[in-house]
């Protein structure tokens, strides 16, 4: 049984940073290519990071520069660093599982306050 347990959401001022954490268990997590994803109030849910198995990354525009996913095969763990954050980015941020069909978490909500 896939699980993906999202956890370091919260409330922030507009320029903090927070530091989401996802735990995943029921995967071979070291070949999963994983992802960040966010779906903002009345929007879609959009992919706003990737990171392979052996560490490659990639951003949606916009987040790129402010934004950093890193990866710990040991600890099965995908982080997302979110830096500089502004109101716009206030949404659920899910992890996932770059396949078809992609396995989800249930989100953490990130606030970012104006």
């Known amino acids: 049984q896939v699980q993906l347990l999202e956890s370091g959401g919260g409330l922030v001022q507009t320029g903090g940073s927070l530091r989401l954490s996802c735990v995943a268990s029921?995967?071979?997590?070291?070949?999963?290519?994983m992802a960040w994803a966010r779906q903002v109030s009345g929007g879609s849910r959009e992919s706003i990071a990737t990171i392979t198995g052996i560490g490659s990354t990639n951003y949606a525009s916009s987040v790129k520069g402010r934004f950093t996913i890193s990866r710990d095969n040991a600890k099965k763990t995908v982080y997302l660093q979110m830096n500089s954050l502004k109101p716009e980015d206030t949404g659920v941020y899910y992890c996932?599982?770059?396949?078809?069909?992609?396995?989800w978490g249930r989100g953490t909500q990130v606030t970012v306050s104006s």
């Open positions: 996932a599982t770059v396949t078809r069909p992609p396995y």
């Open positions: 029921g995967i071979n997590f070291r070949v999963e290519h």
